[in-house]
C-alpha cells in the first residue's frame, strides 16, 4: 500500500496542476520524452503504438472515401514556397532552412515541410492535363517542421506528425463537397467513433483560417482544464494555388480551366487530446478501440502456486490474443498492487487479475479502469464479456465527455460576465459577433479567448455583437484554446 | 494493335538500354516521379500502395521477434553526430544542415538525419540504467537524408524512406545473435517469401561495413543487367556507441558495464530491386504477395451488352474483394488491348477479362503475367483458382530468381579471366581473398568491382588471392553493384 502511494505520488494533481499533471502522465506513461533537441520530443514505444492504431482507424476512412497515400518530398525550394503570397507570409517565420548539403552551399536553401501544399502543386501541374485526369484524391503519413517558440509534449512541437490529404477538382461544387466529407464522414467519425472524443465542428473566421485558403473548416474538442484544442481542419482552398502554380486542365467543353482544391489535417497532437479529454488523477484512460493494451493480465502469484498461476494466465493471453491486444505482466519484484497502479496509470481500459482462489472456481475477475468496477467472469464467457466490455467502456468514455462538453458551452450577451466565465470557468461561450476582425482582436487581446468556430447550425434569431454591440446573426464559439 | 504497339513503343529497350528501361518503367508504371528538387523523387499512389504492402510483410516480421515501434526526431545536433569517431567520418560528407529557424541563425547546426544512432543513442543512455531495463529492441519507419551527387529513382535518392532498427543488450552473444536474427529470420524471409527476390548472405569487409559498427552482415541480391544491388544491412555495433554516448547499467552482479548494440535497416531501393530483379521487355511484374493489384478485371464491352458486361465485372469484383486486391477498368475511350498492355506494363500479376463469349458459358478468362497463359475459369471456382494462381506466380518468379543467380555465380582464379567476366557476363565471381584492404582497392579501380560479401558457408580448401596470389582460405563474392 505504502508503494502504491508512493507510484501516485509521481505524478501532479490534476486538478491543483494541469499541465504539471499533462507532462507527468505523458512522461511516466511512456507515451513521449523530451529530447536535447529544443521542441522536439521522442514519441516512445507505448505512445507509438497509440498512434499505431490511430493512424490505422484513419487511413481506412481516408481509403473508404477513394483517397490512395503517396509521399512528396521533404524539402521546398524557397522559391516554390513563396509562389502562393498569403501561404508564405503564414508560415516563413517559423520555417526551417537546409543551407549547406554536406559541405558545399546550397544555391538555393530549402524549406522543411511546414505542409506540402507548395510541392504538391508544383507536381499537380505536371500531372494534370484533361478533365480525365481528375479528381486527384491524395494523401499522406509525414512529418512536418514548424520553427516553434514555446513548445509541448505532443501539443505543440518542433516537429511533428500528421496525414496532409491534398486533392484537386473539376468544380468548385465539387470541391466543396470534398472538404466537408473530409470534416464529417472522416474526421468526425474518427474522432468521435475511435478516440470517443466529441466535437463542435464548424466554419473558421477569416483570421484563424489557413494561410493561403479561401476558408476552413475546424473540429474542435474541450479538454477536462476547460481549454479547447483545434483536433482536424479541412481547407477549401478555392483556386489559389491552382493559379499560383498554374494547375489547368481541358474541360469536356474544350475551355482550359484552373483546378479547384482542397487540404486537409490531422496531427500527433490528437494524442495530447486522449490524455486530456479522458485522462484523470490516476493517469491516462484510454479508449479501447486505440488503447496499445486493451487487457493487461495481472496473475497474482504466491511461492507455492506461481506455476499453475503463471500457466492459466499464460493459457488466458492466447485464447484473448485472437481478438484483443492483450499483454501479461509476469514481471518479478513488484506486487500486484505496484502492477495495478502501473497500468491503471497507462490507461490499459481492462485489468484482468487472475489467483488461486479464483483459479478454484473456474473464474477472472476483471477490472474496468473508466469505472473501477469489478466484475467476476467465469472462463468460457470470457472473450465475449471482455467484448462486452470493451464496447462498453468507449460508449462510456464518449458519453462523459460529451455530457462535460454539454455542460460547459454557456450563453452570455455581456462581455463582462463573458470576461468571468473565461476567467473561471472557461469552457465554450456562444454568442453573437459582428464579423468585424477589430471585435475578434480586441477580445482576444483582453480575454485570451478566441472564435473556435462559426457553428453550421445557425439559428433564425439574431442579437448583438458581444464586443462592439452592433446587431447581428452570426452565432460563434469563443473559448481559449491550446 | 496500332495502338498496343505504341503503348509499349514509350519503354526503352531492357535488354538494348538497360537504365533507361528502369527508369521508362518507374515512370510509366507511375511507381515514382522526378521533382524540381535534385535528386529527391515523389513517390507516386501506386509506388506507395506497393511500399505499404512491402511495410506490412517486413513491420509484423520486426513486431513477431519482440520489436516495437517508436519515433526519434529528425534533426541531430552537430556535436551529438560528432561523438562517435568513426560514425561522423563516415557520414558528415552527405548531411544536410539546417542553420535557421524562421528568421533566427541557429547556434548550433542540425544534421537532418543520415541514420539515427547519434540521436538513438543519447536517449538510451538516459533510458538505461539496470539490466531490467534491456533488451530494448526498437525500430523505427522515418525518411533519411544523404546529399547524394549521382541519384536514380528509388536506387539512390537524396531524400529515402527506411526502417532502423536499434537494440541494446546486456551480452556481446545476446547482441550478435540479435544481428544474425534480424538477418535470417526478419530479412531474408521477408526478401526472399514476400519480394520473391533470392539472396546471398554474408559478412562485409572492413572497408565496406557500416561507419562505426564492428561488423555488417548483409543480403545481397541479382539484378537482371547482371550487377548487384545491397537489399539489406544489420550492424553489430558492439560498445562502440555505448563507449561514446555512455550508455551504461548496473549488471545483476552489481557492476557497472557498457551495453552492446545492434542496428540494421532497408529501404525504399527494395522497390527499385523488385523493377529489376522480375521487370521484362513489357514493364514490371509484381509479385502477388506485395502487388497494390493482385486482379485486374477488363470487361470486354461492346455497345450492346454493356451494362450486363459491366454488372458481371462488377459482382466479380465484389467476391473477389473478400480475399484479394482487385480493381476493374471501366474506363470509356479505351480499348481491351491498351488496357491489357497497361496493366501488364504495371505487373499486375492476374489479368481477368469477362465479355459476352465468357458469360454465356459462365466462365471468366484469366491471364497470368509471369507466364502469358491464359486459363478458362468457372465462376464457381473462381476464388480458389485466383489463390493457387497467384500463389503459384508467387512461387514462379522466386524460382526464375534463384535460378537465373545461381547460373550467375561463376569461380574463377584467374585475374584476367576476373576482368573478362566482370566485363562481359557480370554476375557474382566467387574467388579467394588475402584479406589485405590493399587488393580489394586495386580490384575495385581496375575493374569497377566490389567484395559484395565473405559468405558464411565457407569451405575447407584454400586457393590463392584473386590479386596478389597470395594463400587464402577465405572465399568471398565479387560484383559490381548498384
New interface residues.
Given amino acids: 500500500m505504502e508503494k502504491d502511494m508512493e507510484f501516485v505520488k509521481e505524478i501532479a494533481s490534476k486538478e491543483k496542476n494541469f499541465p504539471q499533471w499533462y507532462v507527468d502522465v505523458v512522461r511516466k506513461a511512456e507515451l513521449a ?1 523530451y ?3 529544443k521542441g ?6 507505448y505512445g ?2 497509440l ?2 492504431n490511430m493512424q490505422a482507424g484513419l487511413d481506412r476512412r481516408i481509403k473508404e472515401t477513394g483517397h ?10 524557397e522559391s ?1 514556397l513563396k509562389k502562393e503570397a498569403e501561404h508564405v507570409e503564414g508560415f ?13 552551399k546550397l544555391e538555393e ?2 524549406a ?1 515541410r511546414p505542409t506540402s501544399e507548395a ?1 504538391i502543386c ?2 499537380y501541374s ?1 500531372w494534370v492535363r484533361s478533365w480525365r485526369d481528375l479528381p486527384i484524391l ?1 494523401n499522406q503519413w ?2 512536418i ?1 514548424r ?1 516553434e517558440k514555446v513548445t509541448r509534449l505532443f501539443l505543440r512541437t ?2 511533428f ?1 500528421w496525414q496532409e490529404g491534398h486533392t484537386a477538382h473539376k468544380s468548385e461544387q465539387e470541391a466543396e463537397e470534398e472538404t466537408l466529407k473530409i470534416l464529417n464522414q472522416v474526421y468526425r467519425d474518427y474522432i468521435e467513433k475511435d478516440l470517443a472524443i466529441p466535437v463542435i465542428v464548424g466554419r473558421k473566421t477569416e483570421k484563424e483560417k489557413f494561410a493561403g485558403a479561401l476558408h476552413t473548416y475546424t473540429l474542435e474538442a474541450l479538454m477536462s482544464d476547460g481549454k479547447m484544442l483545434q483536433a482536424g481542419t479541412s481547407h477549401n482552398l478555392g483556386q489559389n494555388f491552382a493559379k499560383a502554380f498554374n494547375i489547368k486542365f481541358l474541360d469536356e467543353d474544350q475551355q482550359e480551366k484552373y483546378v479547384w482544391q482542397t487540404s486537409w489535417g490531422t496531427t500527433t497532437r490528437l494524442v495530447g487530446a486522449l490524455v486530456m479529454v479522458h485522462g484523470d488523477e490516476r493517469g491516462l484512460k484510454l479508449p479501447p478501440k486505440v488503447a496499445p493494451v486493451q487487457v493487461i493480465i495481472v496473475p497474482i502469484m504466491f511461492d507455492k502456486n506461481k506455476k499453475e498461476v503463471l500457466e492459466k494466465g499464460e493459457s488466458i493471453r492466447t485464447i484473448l490474443k485472437k481478438d484483443f491486444r492483450v499483454e501479461i505482466d509476469i514481471r518479478d519484484g513488484y506486487t500486484p498492487g505496484w502492477k495495478f497502479n502501473e497500468w491503471e496509470m497507462r490507461g490499459v481500459p481492462l485489468r484482468l487479475e487472475i489467483g488461486p482462489k479464483d483459479m478454484a472456481q473456474g473464474q477472472v475477475m476483471l477490472v474496468r479502469r473508466d469505472t473501477g468496477e469489478k466484475i467476476a467472469v467465469k472462463e468460457e464467457k470470457l472473450a465475449e464479456t471482455v467484448k462486452e466490455l470493451l464496447d462498453n467502456i468507449q460508449e462510456n468514455l464518449f458519453t462523459r465527455a460529451k455530457k462535460f462538453l454539454e455542460e460547459n458551452i454557456r450563453e452570455t450577451s455581456d462581455y463582462n460576465e463573458f470576461k468571468k466565465i473565461i476567467e473561471k470557468q472557461r469552457g465554450l461561450i456562444k454568442t453573437y459577433w459582428c464579423g468585424s476582425k477589430d471585435c475578434e482582436d480586441k477580445i482576444k487581446e483582453e480575454t485570451k479567448a478566441s472564435i473556435r468556430c462559426i457553428p453550421f447550425e445557425q439559428e433564425e434569431a439574431s442579437g448583438k455583437c458581444i464586443y462592439c454591440g452592433k446587431e447581428s446573426s452570426t452565432l460563434v464559439y469563443f473559448a481559449r484554446a491550446y
Same sequence: chains 1, 2.
Fill in positions: 520524452d529530447t536535447t533537441i522536439c520530443m521522442v514519441i516512445r514505444p507509438y503504438g498512434w499505431e490512395k497515400n503517396a509521399y512528396f518530398p521533404l524539402f521546398i525550394p516554390l516563413a517565420p517559423e520555417v526551417a532552412w537546409v543551407t549547406y548539403g554536406g559541405s558545399q536553401r530549402m522543411i510541392i508544383s507536381l505536371k491524395l509525414v512529418n517542421v520553427w518542433t516537429e506528425l
